[in-house]
């Protein structure tokens, strides 16, 4: 698997890993609206922007305006309506590639650890859309497991994110020729996973997972086997992990 065609799919299998934090949040995922021949709104203050009808489009001064707001206020009210506004344009390809470009899709990522949880919906939601795009796809795997490795350092969220149901190319993120910091990110999610399982003593009496839940993918041969290979890797971080971890396997 390789190219921007394999990045999509891999992308496309941590979005659907990461279906237990929809769930935890409670969210329904935004409805994304077609792209459609609409008018650019002239420059205003960056508050402003945040009132305005979902059907107005941004322009790239307008886009960098909220992405400021975003990053210099810590108003929770404030916040979610920027990124209510962020993800309403991020439903059109062309503020896809703008948002990337001027680094929103970390900014937009960071907020996914708020401790308000409209803030960390209206964060996933904005998210959800802009992983249309295949060249954002690759930098938002990324900011999804920085959310599910917080949530697996949780005994109490393990249960919930082992029966998320996950397509069979969330695998893939276990790879050697995976970047180093998702390689490093995936295996302290195992790790963090069976250390929760064993706090909450479920490594004697393991609840019922169905197939294709995080759960069989994790604990599955093919993902013990993909570890147990990690072990030859080049990178001498990413071998001390997995010494770490193969006891467990």
Known sequence: MGGPRGAGWVAAGLLLGAGACYCIYRLTGGRRRGDRELGIRPSKPAEDLTVGSYDDVLNAEQLQ????LLES????VIIERALITLGNNA?????????RELGGIPIVGNKINHSNQSVKEKALNA????SVNVENQIKIKVQVLKLLLNLS???AMTEGLLR????SSFLSLYDSHVAKEILLRVLTLFQNINNCLKIEGHLAVQPTFTEGSLFFLLHGEECAQKIRALVDHHDAEVKEKVVTIIPKV
């Open 91 to 99: 439903a059109f390809s062309v503020n896809q590639a703008i948002i």
């Open 65 to 68: 305006k909220l992405l400021y």
């Open 153 to 155: 350092e949780n005994p």
């Open 73 to 76: 206020t810590e108003d929770p």
């Open 164 to 167: 998320a149901q996950v397509d």
């Open 127 to 130: 998210l959800n859309n802009l």
